[in-house]
């Protein structure tokens, strides 16, 4: 069954580096998502991204944040500077159409920022 | 502004006993509503979504929600308990947009 995958599962870093999470969304999917999860609670959108542009970001994605597609299969979450308070587990989520279709995320990439 | 709503932080349940998570909602337009279970360092499975039509949906795992337009709200039940169904359970809504909006979980602990 396709899946979607994300690297790395787990990554440490110090306050004030850059950091690139990546993730590779099902095939034919043409919807991608960030979200992020702090301490297992709230699920927290990012981020869409939809024909090469973003289509919508939330107050949490600030101009620190960035996405791409480089390559037609990666999808990639950058975090220019991090902060203590972006120790978070980040999910890549993606979907097939808009609108009623489900969201299929990968299993996540733990940051933890010190 | 489209919002969830999970009441019940934690939901305890016995084996073989019948269960519901709660779930209401707040979207312009017509909702389309997910559940989602997440266990533990995992990330989110689809469990089943109402989009149209028939107000009980059914999905994996014997669970099904109910639609309710008037009380709008989408509760998740199951008739008979199962200790593996112990995980995180998100409700979701989006009004057609690319975004999708998770209620803060419910925590269902099925005990023996």
């Known amino acids: 069954e396709p899946e979607v995958t994300q690297t790395p599962s787990h990554q440490v870093t110090q306050m004030g580096q850059e950091v690139i999470l990546r993730c590779v969304p099902i095939?034919?999917?043409?919807?991608f998502y960030w979200y992020r999860q702090i301490l297992g609670q709230k699920v927290e959108f990012l981020v869409s991204?939809?024909?090469?542009?973003?289509?919508?970001k939330s107050e949490i994605f600030d101009d620190q944040f960035s996405v791409e597609r480089p390559d037609g299969s990666n999808f990639t979450l950058k975090i220019r500077s991090t902060k203590l308070e972006d120790s978070a587990m980040y999910f890549c989520?993606?979907?097939?159409?808009?609108?009623?279709?489900?969201?299929?995320f990968g299993e996540g990439s733990r940051l933890t920022v010190l | 502004a489209q919002s969830v709503a999970q009441p019940e932080d934690q939901v305890n349940v016995a084996e073989g006993n019948p269960l519901t998570v709660k779930c209401t909602y707040s979207?312009?337009?017509?909702?389309?509503l997910f559940w989602y279970v997440q266990y533990p360092n995992r990330g989110l499975q689809f469990l089943l979504k109402?989009?149209?039509?028939?107000?009980l949906v059914k999905g994996s795992y014997g669970f099904e929600a109910e639609f309710n337009k008037s009380q709008t709200s989408f509760h998740l039940k199951k008739p008979s308990a199962l200790v593996s169904d112990s995980a995180l359970y998100f409700c979701?809504?989006?009004?057609?947009?690319?975004?999708?909006?998770f209620g803060t979980g419910t925590q269902l602990k099925v005990e023996l």
């Open positions: 989520a993606s979907r097939l159409g808009g609108g009623t279709g489900e969201l299929f």
């Open positions: 095939s034919n999917h043409l919807y």
């Open positions: 991204f939809y024909n090469n542009e973003i289509s919508e």
């Open positions: 979207v312009s337009g017509n909702p389309y």
């Open positions: 109402y989009i149209t039509g028939d107000n």
């Open positions: 979701a809504v989006t009004g057609g947009g690319n975004k999708l909006t």
